[in-house]
Nanobody, 118 residues
Framework: QVQLVESGGGLVQTGGSLRLSCAAS????????MGWFRQAPGKEREFVAT????????FYSDSVKGRFTISRDNTKNTVYLQMNSLQFEDTAVYYC???????????WGKGTLVTVSS
């Protein structure tokens, strides 16, 4: 069965950095688009970034563009989210997802909490 396990969340001060990782199993990783989404307290889940199966193309929400970088290592079945210049508004549970294409995610991880203190 497909498993997506996020790690790397934690508490960081405003302006700091974190790198999230998502280890995938139970699927042919190199054929799946991958994405990061987040859900802040009291808000709906929102798109953060996606990357195509090959890693050649990436997409970002306007709120994180220029600060976050999504990448993947198909030899390690892992997708990453490098988060720099973190702001209080980035506080959320971050979810990893996998899908047949960047616009459709079929599998989801359980999430990792990122807390940015002001």
């Amino acid at each position: 069965q497909v498993q997506l396990v996020e790690s790397g969340g934690g508490l960081v001060q405003t302006g700091g950095s974190l790198r999230l990782s998502c280890a995938a199993s139970g699927l042919t990783f190199s054929t799946y688009a991958m994405g990061w989404f987040r859900q802040a307290p009291g808000k709906e889940r929102e798109f953060v970034a996606t990357i195509t199966a090959s890693g050649r193309n990436t997409f970002y929400s306007d709120s994180v563009k220029g600060r976050f970088t999504i990448s993947r290592d198909n030899t390690k079945n892992t997708v990453y989210l490098q988060m720099n210049s973190l702001q209080f508004e980035d506080t959320a549970v971050y979810y990893c997802a996998a899908g047949g294409r960047v616009s459709r995610m079929d599998y989801w991880g359980k999430g990792t909490l990122v807390t940015v203190s002001s």
